[in-house]
């Protein structure tokens, strides 16, 4: 049973460009979350999706959005980046209403 | 609105000692609390799980408790070692799809 991975570990981004962040599930789980965690905060939640639809979102603006696939990998899209968006970008797969989240090790984003 | 605050920030012991995390949320309905560890480089993993119905959790050196009525739950760690040495996060499950979190403690066990 493989655990959550996520990709790149890190990257850097200019203001107002546009970034991918991919995310493959733990193998059987067909939800996948999404959330930001700044520096020194806890995460925040941005969405989840349930078999390739959106299940529920966070306090977040359009610019961010998602995808996830037929095998339940997943991806979140950020358009138009603010400075702001600089965090560590964190998914966590389940099963729907599962009670546990299994999480990646994140995706380091920094925009200058 | 669910708003999740844990005290102390930050904490600081020696090898050896118990310790107690608090974490404190502002809305009774939730469906569970947990308690999760954090390690730089690394995700979240999940420690204990407490059903709203349940008024504590352990395993092995480690104890939670959850009061709902007074919106509070500590995670109390025993005999504390230098690899407890993370960031402690916990969050509310208040729908069926969204955890509410704290900021978290950092905790920092001396040798």
């Known amino acids: 049973e493989t655990g959550v991975t996520q990709s790149p570990t890190h990257l850097i981004k200019t203001r107002g460009q546009q970034v991918t962040l991919r995310c493959s599930s733990q193998s059987g789980h067909n939800t996948v979350s999404w959330y930001q965690q700044a520096l020194g905060q806890g995460p925040q939640f941005i969405f989840q999706y349930y078999r390739e639809e959106e299940n529920g979102r966070g306090n977040f603006p359009p610019r961010f959005s998602g995808l996830q696939f037929p095998n339940y990998s997943s991806e979140l899209n950020v358009n138009a980046l603010e400075l702001d968006d600089s965090a560590l970008y964190l998914c966590?797969?389940?099963?729907?209403?599962?009670?546990?989240?299994?999480f990646g090790p994140g995706t380091r984003l920094t925009v200058l | 609105k669910q708003e999740v605050t844990q005290i102390p920030a930050a904490l600081s012991v020696p090898e050896g000692e118990n310790l107690v995390l608090n974490c404190s949320f502002t809305?009774?309905?939730?469906?569970?609390l947990q308690w999760f560890r954090q390690d730089p480089g690394k995700g979240l993993t999940s420690l204990l799980l407490?059903?709203?119905s349940q008024r504590e959790q352990t395993s092995g050196r480690l104890n939670a408790s959850l009061d709902k009525s007074s919106g509070r739950s500590t995670l109390y760690i025993a005999a504390s070692q230098p690899g407890d040495s993370a960031t402690y996060l916990c969050a509310v499950r208040h729908s069926n799809y969204q955890l509410i979190w704290g900021a978290g403690t950092k905790l920092i066990i001396k040798p």
């Open positions: 407490i059903q709203s």
């Open positions: 809305d009774s309905a939730i469906y569970n």
């Open positions: 966590a797969s389940s099963d729907l209403g599962g009670d546990t989240q299994y």
